[in-house]
């Protein structure tokens, strides 16, 4: 797991530890039609919703959402996978149905949602800060493996855009289990001073096909048909270079889009980043022989200031100690780990890729995709 | 037509606010910094103005390791031995 160490693994005393099963939920709220007018206002009234229509999760179709093949089928759908806070909503697989069909999400994907909510409980990610800070972090979840074509994820083209299914709806049902399990209601439970898009929807899937190098899960020692990464960040800042064929001009540009003075990783030097290149840029950079090891030094190396710069900008710091010790005029790396820098590959044609900043004091957990 | 209501039961009891406090006379107060910038000067004033007219002992401000993450487990205990109203803030 990304990462983690073997504190982070001991879940004795967190909220993940929590082998019960909820008291069996029925359908309670009675609904006059099939009008969406009527949910919505339903849920509106409740402070439910994300404030786009919604599917009404009948008894049915939450029956249908639960009920895929293997392993799924026979799971407990009352058993409590986690309890999320801040308002330690107890997330059952039932529950979790129930906002995946509100969302709109096909039969199949319950895994997945299961699998990231596990993932959400990690105590790195910090869920109870993510949510209510007022920074605009939001989880994303990356697909991998077999799960991206068998559910039917877009890898390509557009990947954290519009126009499919199943990163759209996966992405807007994780949002809406932190909305009503985990009470993160704007106001109520997040106080994020100007939100962010993402937070109606975070989801992409990992283009397996085309990285030039090992996949995101066996580069963190999950070996599995399909996993999950659930990384808690900004929006996507793009980068860009249409010219180059020297892996150092790409590398650069992803360093210069991460030393922003404005993220809030500057006074965290724990902090993570996610550099999503396009598949083109990875082939650039693979062809001249770079490993995910080599990008990661020559981005730790490179993405730097002045400490002095840091420190006239930053009074409340979370440095580590070796960065405290630097002078002015040493050059001080916007992390203190080339292991922050996680290295993806997503997208399609073209000549784009990303930077995604963390929020500072979260790690990224990846996971098999388990019931 | 019957639906499931997204919310479902909530794992842990909600703690209720705390009795109010007694008048201040003779109490101990410490403020909390909660990590933020100027959140220090900002309770180390008004814990001292707090306590010079309400009569209390003002015990002066503890720190929390991170404004992102909840007050430690020791500090928490120090807080509810050494005081009778803690003051902090939220937020920025």
Redesign the interface.
Known sequence: MSGMNDDSLNCENDICA?P?V??N??????????DPEE?LAL?EANG?GDGLPLV????ER?EAMLAVGGELATAPPDE?IA?LPP??????R??LA??AV?AGCPNGVLPVITSAVRALTHPQI?L??VIA??HPVVPLLIVHGTAVDDLGFNSGQGTFGPGCRANASVGRAIR?ILL??AGSATGTGD?S?QGQPSKYSYCIAENTEQTPWESYPERCGVSADSAITVACGENPHNFHDMETDRPELILEKAASVMMTLGSNNGPVSSAEFFVVFGPEHAATIAAAGWSCEDIQNFIFETARARASVFRRHF??T?YADWIKQLHDDDLMPITDDPQNIRILVAGGPGKHSCVIPS???TKSVTLPVMA | MKIYSPAGSVGRPVHGLAEAPKPLRQSRLVGLDNGKPGAALLIESAGQRIAQISGASWLGVRAKGSAATPVEDLLLSELVNDADCVITGTAD
């Open positions: 929590l019960q909820s008291s939920v029925q359908p309670e709220l009675e609904l006059m039609s099939e949910l849920f439910w009404a999760p009948t008894e939450v409590i309890t308002r330690f909503g107890q997330a059952t039932r529950l129930v906002n509100l910090n109870r800060g800070t007022t809406l009503h399990i106080a001073t009074q409340v979370q929020w500072g004091m």
